[in-house]
């Protein structure tokens, strides 16, 4: 599962870095927004992972641990 959440982290700042070169070539801002949107997505589902809850644990640990 952590490489899985390695590989989520990677796509979404390549997916940044892309709409950054999009925006700056030019492109309609309807896609490089889009793609913003699908990064912070993927971050968002990241930190829900890892970050824990009230109780101390992160569901990441939970699931491990079964």
Do not use: E, H, Y
């Amino acid at each position: 599962m952590n490489l899985v959440l390695s590989i989520v982290m990677l796509a979404a700042g390549t997916l940044l870095v892309g709409a950054f070169v999009l925006w700056r070539r030019g492109v309609p801002l309807k896609q490089p927004l889009l793609m913003v949107l699908l990064a912070v997505i993927a971050i968002v589902n990241v930190l829900i992972w890892t970050l824990p809850d009230a109780s101390g644990d992160a569901p990441l640990d939970r699931v491990q641990q079964d």
